[in-house]
């Protein structure tokens, strides 16, 4: 019994992974994409364009959402993970935790996938914080908030190489 409920643990994780890190790269790409052409629209037709910074943040945010598995793989190199290819983790290795080991890994793809989410959130929140309407304060609070989301969703994505920098600063094995 206990064996099938992991299997069907681990499939379900896997058919949520896939499905969703599907929808998210299709949905940013879509996103960027309009996101771009209502940019360069409300810089042609409007009475008093942009100042050069809110547009250059604008473009920059629509280029970042359509390009969204690069601007994580290049945020991960930053923060000195390497890069990753978006498959579901297999991290946790059977021959030491048997059939939890695979309910784990699932688990650990679910966290890799809502990394994924907060990194988009992240992009959105960025290209959404220079909007009319938006005060000095509201949207340096919403540049703080975004900062924070991607450092998040970055370590959320790359959470096997995040602990394992984090057992080896502490000096800790399993």
């Not at 896997?14 to 309009?34: H, K, Q, R, Y």
């Not at 938006?134 to 959470?159: C, P, Q, Y």
């Amino acid at each position: 019994m206990a064996l099938d409920a992991v299997t069907l643990i681990e499939n379900l994780a896997s058919g949520i992974f896939t499905a969703g890190l599907d929808l998210l790269f299709s949905w940013s790409e879509m996103i960027g994409f309009f996101g771009l052409i209502a940019l360069l629209t409300r810089q042609r037709s409007s009475r008093s364009p942009l100042s050069p910074g809110k547009f250059a943040i604008g473009l920059f945010s629509c280029a970042a959402l359509v390009s969204l598995p690069s601007i994580i793989n290049a945020s991960g190199a930053q923060l000195g993970f390497g890069a990753t290819s978006f498959d579901a983790i297999a991290y946790v290795q059977p021959a030491t935790y048997g059939v939890a080991a695979g309910a784990a890994n699932a688990v650990l793809s679910l966290v890799r996938l809502a990394g994924v989410g907060f990194v988009y959130a992240a992009l959105d929140m960025f290209r959404r914080s220079e909007l009319e309407g938006h005060t000095a304060l509201s949207s340096s609070e919403s540049i703080r908030a975004a900062t924070v989301k991607l450092f998040a969703g970055t370590g959320m994505v790359f959470s096997p190489q995040l602990i394992d920098a984090a057992l080896a600063t502490l000096g800790l094995s399993f």
